[in-house]
T-cell receptor, first 113, second 114 residues
Framework: AQSVSQHNHHVILSEAASLELGCNYS??????LFWYVQYPGQHLQLLLK??????LVKGIKGFEAEFIKSKFSFNLRKPSVQWSDTAEYFC???????????FGSGTQLTVLP | NAGVTQTPKFQVLKTGQSMTLQCAQD?????MSWYRQDPGMGLRLIHY???????DQGEVPNGYNVSRSTTEDFPLRLLSAAPSQTSVYFC?????????????FGPGTRLTVT
């Protein structure tokens, strides 16, 4: 069975700091990768996704992620965070043509004004 | 489009009671699924459906039943609620059950079992 690891459980940054959240998965075949964000009291929203092609993908609100196949990683980055980025971030993986998602445990990001 | 809707938003049950969490989508999506979210564990798949009349189990199906009689609706039934089922439940849908595609999530139902 595949698994997804998010090693940072809680990250605290000041506004304008750079962000990188780690995501590693365990699955040897073709994967489709996602980052979802959950703002306080809201449902999950898609930040970005990778299916194939350019391993550097750009999402909404200035976020980007890089797929490194050799490292089984899909880290999320943002050059300069804002207070409004305070949220919980989830990495998720679907294997092959399957639609079922396996989620990481999530990273709570707190941005201090 | 309303997207994915869930009712109720909050529910408190006593151990042993049964109830149905409702999920509906108006996007004509084939694929629908139910997840539960618990602190420190992310979201875990309970059941999913690739189309009307077709359902299958996910990672944590025990204690839950589903059916898919229409494309729009995918209710989740708790047969005999237990405190371990206290969680936030999210329904999600996507256009097709085949190939990669993003899933759209509903607002969630927060369930407490006492």
């Amino acid at each position: 069975a595949q698994s997804v690891s998010q090693h940072n459980h809680h990250v605290i940054l000041s506004e304008a700091a750079s962000l990188e959240l780690g995501c590693n998965y365990s699955y040897g075949g073709t994967v489709n990768l996602f980052w979802y964000v959950q703002y306080p009291g809201q449902h999950l929203q898609l930040l970005l996704k990778y299916f194939s092609g350019d391993p550097l993908v750009k999402g909404i609100k200035g976020f980007e992620a890089e797929f490194i196949k050799s490292k089984f990683s899909f880290n999320l980055r943002k050059p300069s965070v804002q207070w409004s980025d305070t949220a919980e971030y989830f990495c998720a993986v679907a294997s092959g043509s399957a639609r079922q998602l396996t989620f990481g445990s999530g990273t709570q990001l707190t941005v201090l004004p | 489009n309303a997207g994915v809707t869930q009712t109720p938003k909050f529910q408190v049950l006593k151990t042993g009671q049964s109830m149905t969490l409702q999920c509906a989508q108006d996007m004509n999506h084939e694929y629908m699924s139910w997840y539960r979210q618990d602190p420190g564990m992310g979201l875990r798949l309970i059941h999913y459906s690739v189309g009307a009349g077709i359902t299958d189990q996910g990672e944590v199906p025990n204690g839950y039943n589903v059916s898919r009689s229409t494309t729009e609706d995918f209710p989740l039934r708790l047969l005999s609620a237990a405190p371990s089922q206290t969680s936030v439940y999210f329904c999600a849908s996507s256009l097709s059950g085949r190939g990669p595609d993003e899933q759209y999530f509903g607002p969630g139902t927060r369930l407490t079992v006492t």
